[in-house]
C-alpha cells in the first residue's frame, strides 16, 4: 500500500517508541512491502532524522525517499486516493496492520486463484501475483458466498484501521444487470470497512476465452463432443455467454438442478434429444437454434481454471482473447486487479 508519514514525527530528537515504529515503516519500505509517499518538501528534516536514528542506513533510505519524493512529485491529481495517512495517534496500529498480510476472499481458492493468476498474468498486474508467492496477501477460501461473506468480515475486523480485505463474489446471475443476493453480501461487508468486487457475468468461468477453450487436452473419445460444443458456444451472442453455465451447462450442477417447476418445459427435438431451459433466463436464449440448446445441455467441466492457467503460462493466450468477450470485459477485470492490488 502507498503510506504517508506526517513530517513531525520526523522532528523527534530523543530515541522512544514513535522512534522505532517509523524505523519499522521505513523498513517496509526499503524491502518493497509498501510504497512510501512523501513531498520533497520533507527531505531536509528526513535527512536529519536518519542521520540522528539511523546512520547505518541513512543514506539507503535517504535514496529512496528520494525516489519516493520525485514520484509523489510528478503523481497525477487525485492519484493520492488511497494513501494510508498515518498519524501520531494510529502509529501504533498502522505498523500492525501494514506488516499482516493483505486477505482475498473467494469462495473457491483454488479454482477463483487460478482464474486472477491468469487474468493477472494477462493484464500485467504482476504485483498480485508476487504478493501471493511472497505471502504478503493471503487467500482464503469461502466454500461458498456466504461463508465467504462471513470469513471477510472476520479478517476485517482483525484489522485496526485499514481493512486490508477483498471479497471477491460471482453474481451468479441468469440475465444481464441482473441484481443478486451476492450483491446484497458484498454491500454488508463495506459496512465493516472491507472492499468487494461481484463479476457481472455469471461465473468467473465465464470470463475464460474460446482460445482457451479449445486448447484444453482432448481424448479421442471427447474430441468431438467438446469441438461440438465449443462450435455451439460461439454461436451465442456476448450476453448469454455471459450468464451460461460454463461448467455444467443448461442442465446445471447434478446436485443442485433447479426443480422442473423453475425450468421451461422440455422441448423435443427429435428421437432421444431434448433440452431444458432455467426459467431464470427468461427470454435470453430465446433465438438460439434447437440444435445449439440440446449440444449446450452439458458445460465444458469443472476443470476449466486449471486449463486456462495452463495457457496463458504456455504463452498461448494474449489480452485480445479477453477482449474477444466484450460487454467491457477487459476494463472490468482490471478494476477487480486494482481492488486486490490496491490493499497489498
Known amino acids: 500500500m502507498r503510506v504517508e508519514i506526517p513530517i513531525d514525527l520526523f522532528r523527534e530528537h530523543e530515541p522512544n517508541r514513535n522512534v522505532e515504529l517509523v524505523l519499522k515503516l521505513i523498513s517496509f519500505f526499503s524491502s518493497a512491502r509498501h510504497s512510501w509517499v512523501v513531498s520533497p518538501q520533507h527531505m531536509a528534516v528526513l535527512e536529519d532524522f536518519l542521520n540522528l536514528h539511523a546512520p547505518t542506513f541513512a543514506q539507503i533510505y535517504l535514496l529512496l525517499a528520494q525516489k519516493s519524493s520525485g514520484i509523489y512529485a510528478w503523481a497525477p491529481h487525485g492519484a493520492s486516493a488511497d494513501v494510508v495517512r498515518v498519524t501520531a495517534e494510529t502509529l501504533e496500529s498502522d505498523v500492525r496492520d501494514l506488516e499482516r498480510p493483505a486477505v482475498l476472499v473467494v469462495e473457491n481458492a483454488n479454482y477463483d486463484w487460478a482464474m486472477i493468476e491468469a487474468m493477472a498474468n494477462l493484464l500485467d498486474f504482476k504485483e498480485v501475483i508476487e504478493a501471493k508467492e511472497e505471502n504478503r496477501l493471503d487467500v482464503c477460501h469461502g ?39 451476492n450483491h446484497e453480501k458484498a454491500d454488508s461487508l ?34 468431438s463432443a467438446m469441438a461440438k460444443r465449443l462450435s455451439a458456444l460461439k454461436n451465442l451472442s456476448a450476453e448469454q455467454r455471459a450468464h451460461f453455465d460454463m461448467k455444467y451447462g443448461f442442465k446445471g450442477k447434478p446436485k443442485n438442478n433447479p426443480t422442473k417447476t423453475e425450468r421451461k418445459p422440455r422441448a423435443s427435438a427429435s428421437a432421444g434429444k431434448t433440452y431444458e431451459i432455467p426459467l431464470q433466463h427468461g427470454t435470453l ?60
Not at 479478517?155 to 486490508?164: E, G, L
Not at 485480445?320 to 490493499?343: F, H, N, P, W, Y
Open 143 to 181: 466454500g461458498g458466498s456466504n461463508d465467504a461473506l462471513r470469513q471477510a468480515v472476520t479478517y476485517a475486523s482483525k484489522f485496526a484501521k485499514t481493512k486490508r480485505v477483498v471479497l471477491v463474489l460471482d453474481s451468479d446471475s441468469f440475465v444481464p444487470g441482473q441484481r443478486t443476493g
Open 190 to 223: 463495506a459496512i465493516h470497512g472491507g472492499r468487494h468486487h461481484v463479476l457481472s457475468f455469471r461465473e468467473m468461468e465465464n470470463y475464460i476465452p474460446n482460445r482457451a477453450l479449445a486448447s484444453r487436452p482432448k481424448s479421442k473419445n471427447s474430441q
Open 285 to 344: 436464449y430465446d433465438n438460439v437454434t434447437q440444435k445449439d440448446l440440446i449440444i449446450l445441455q452439458e458445460g465444458f467441466g469443472t476443470d476449466l481454471p486449471s486449463v486456462f492457467l495452463k495457457a496463458v503460462k504456455d504463452g498461448f493466450m494474449k489480452k485480445k482473447d479477453l477482449d474477444s468477450l466484450g460487454l467491457g470485459a477487459t476494463q472490468e477485470l482490471r478494476v477487480m486487479l486494482e481492488k486486490i492490488r490496491g490493499v497489498i
